[in-house]
């Protein structure tokens, strides 16, 4: 009976991931068809190549969101991140949305050693490390007194 449901749910789960990449497919093929005068005008407006967007059409709604599970890995607030430096998000969800090692990076969070390894694998890992080690806005800075100044 277990093996059942177990061979269910994966059938499941596989029709789900055919599902979604026939999705990306079509997102894809409308992307093209606007043509190549309208794709660089929606990718300068998006800040990225033809390329990017198109990979990016191509990896879906859901092409970043490993870098939610990955900041609260790592005991960052998305919501601060979020309201404090949106053009620092932003900048991260687009290199995580089209980055390589998804299979590792969700591989690291589910085993707790996403730490140990950012810098093996997560092209944003410097980004984190200038976030993780970003003074406080009630810490005093030397040179130019209280922050609050």
């Given at each position: 009976?277990?093996?059942?449901?177990?061979?269910?749910?994966?059938?499941?789960?596989?029709?789900?991931?055919?599902?979604?990449?026939?999705?990306?497919?079509?997102?894809?093929?409308?992307?093209?068809?606007?043509?190549?005068?309208?794709?660089?005008?929606?990718?300068r407006d998006l800040?990225?190549?033809?390329?990017?967007?198109?990979?990016?059409?191509?990896?879906?709604?859901?092409?970043?969101?490993?870098l939610s599970g990955?900041?609260?890995?790592?005991?960052?607030?998305?919501?601060?991140?979020?309201?404090?430096?949106?053009?620092?998000?932003?900048?991260?969800?687009?290199?995580?949305?089209?980055c390589a090692e998804?299979?590792?990076?969700?591989?690291?969070?589910?085993?707790?050693?996403?730490?140990?390894?950012?810098?093996?694998?997560?092209?944003?890992?410097?980004?984190?490390?200038?976030?993780?080690?970003?003074?406080?806005?009630?810490?005093?800075?030397?040179?130019?007194?209280?922050?609050?100044?």
């Amino acid at each position: 009976m277990a093996s059942a449901i177990r061979t269910e749910s994966i059938g499941g789960r596989l029709m789900g991931k055919f599902s979604e990449w026939l999705g990306r497919l079509g997102d894809t093929a409308e992307l093209r068809a606007l043509g190549a005068a309208k794709l660089d005008c929606i990718a300068r407006d998006l800040r990225v190549s033809r390329t990017q967007l198109e990979t990016l059409t191509y990896h879906g709604r859901r092409g970043a969101d490993e870098l939610s599970g990955l900041l609260k890995a790592l005991g960052l607030d998305e919501t601060a991140i979020t309201r404090k430096e949106p053009g620092v998000l932003r900048d991260m969800t687009l290199v995580c949305a089209l980055c390589a090692e998804k299979i590792r990076c969700n591989r690291e969070i589910e085993a707790e050693t996403t730490a140990q390894h950012l810098h093996e694998y997560c092209a944003n890992s410097y980004t984190i490390d200038a976030l993780r080690t970003k003074p406080k806005p009630d810490a005093m800075d030397l040179f130019r007194g209280p922050s609050c100044c």
